[in-house]
């Protein structure tokens, strides 16, 4: 596609339920990131795909949070048993190549756990 | 750990110039990013700094100065578009393709 995508755009969803969050990269884009931006906060590294593997998932937050990788293209973050402190816009980047300059990201997916 | 500071917000007049510092204390340096991110919307990619001195593109300039961990974002003739967070983020380490961001300036341009 054009642009990094990412659905939904908005998601509210009762604390203790999973959620998934879907990122559909620029069409060729080898590298894969997923970060989240919680209010007053800097965007928070979680996790790095470079193809369907994951060489850097050392920013997910605790064993809840899982992502994976599928034909080196869409990639799927899942938040099981969601907390209030998971809310927060969840942004996808990707680039051309296993290199963070020249990253696009994508809209966000804004959370809400209530 | 690592840490990056910028303001948290700024006004500035149209058609005036604006320049937004960051410093940072990281364990590695490998390149110094400024994102622009209006309100709702992806950050967008400004400048990447890896040496010394400025960077010029059009209407915006990034200088880096690794020695003293300091860099600033220079915006001239401001129009009211410009308004939005302008983003400061690092790469820690040669082999690290994450990037640690600062929390953001939020630039208001008022006319």
């Known amino acids: 596609g054009a642009g990094v995508s990412q659905s939904p755009s908005n998601k509210v969803t009762e604390k203790g339920k999973d959620v998934e969050l879907r990122c559909d990269p620029i069409?060729?884009?080898?590298?894969l990131y997923w970060y989240r931006q919680s209010l007053g906060q800097g965007l928070e590294f979680l996790i790095y795909f470079q193809g369907n593997s994951a060489p850097d998932k050392s920013g997910l937050p605790s064993d809840r949070f899982s992502a994976e990788r599928t034909g080196g293209s869409v990639s799927t973050l899942t938040i099981q048993r969601t907390q209030q402190e998971d809310s927060a816009v969840y942004l996808c980047?990707?680039?051309?190549?296993?290199?963070?300059?020249?990253?696009?990201f994508g809209s966000g997916t804004r959370l809400t756990v209530v | 750990g690592q840490n990056i500071d910028q303001p948290t917000e700024m006004t500035a007049t149209e058609g005036a110039i604006v320049q937004i510092n960051c410093t940072y204390q990281?364990?590695?340096?490998?390149?110094l990013f400024w994102y622009q991110q209006h309100a709702g919307e992806a950050p967008t990619f400004l400048s990447y700094n890896v040496l010394d001195g400025l960077e010029e593109k059009g209407r915006f300039s990034s200088f880096l100065s690794r020695s003293k961990g300091y860099s600033y974002l220079l915006l001239k003739e401001l129009q009211m578009k410009d308004s939005a967070s302008y983003l400061c983020a690092v790469n820690p380490g040669a082999g690290s393709y994450q990037l640690t961001f600062g929390k953001g300036t939020k630039l208001s341009v008022i006319p």
């Open positions: 980047a990707s680039s051309p190549a296993a290199s963070n300059y020249g990253y696009t």
């Open positions: 990281t364990s590695g340096f490998n390149g």
């Open positions: 069409s060729g884009h080898t590298a």
